[in-house]
């Protein structure tokens, strides 16, 4: 079981990024997938998720309009494609997955499996 991030780098004020979360099988049938991040000196947030089907997907506020999380089933995949980034958005980035039945959650502590994040740094 694991989870495996990739595409972070350094990227200038409304540049953008796209983000991979490649998954093993097991993991990714997961009903639900999620980005995480974590800045320095602060706790670990919600960034965004998505059910297995597609269809149903959640955004932290702050993201909201920029931010965009999709997932191939087929390659058992799952992207985050980060679109006018700010210096507020420097931070490592984790997916995870959670086996919830409903909804997509926002609570790190609902999410049962985690990779081990790639930095994502905007420079100003």
């Known amino acids: 079981v694991q989870l495996q991030a990739s595409g972070g780098g350094l990227v200038q004020t409304g540049g953008s990024l796209r983000l991979a979360c490649a998954a093993s099988?097991?993991?990714?049938?997961?009903?639900?997938m999620g980005w995480f991040r974590q800045a320095p000196g602060k706790e670990r947030e919600f960034v965004a998720g998505?059910?297995?089907?597609?269809?149903?997907?959640n955004y932290a506020d702050s993201v909201k309009g920029r931010f965009t999380i999709s997932r191939d089933n087929a390659k058992n995949t799952m992207y985050l494609q980060m679109n006018s980034l700010k210096p507020e958005d420097t931070a490592v980035y984790y997916c995870?997955?959670?086996?919830?039945?409903?909804?997509?959650?926002?609570?790190?502590?609902?999410?049962?499996?985690w990779g081990q994040g790639t930095l994502v740094t905007v420079s100003s």
């Open positions: 995870a997955a959670s086996s919830a039945v409903v909804g997509v959650p926002m609570g790190w502590n609902d999410y049962n499996y």
């Open positions: 099988g097991r993991t990714f049938r997961s009903s639900v």
């Open positions: 998505i059910r297995r089907s597609g269809g149903s997907t």
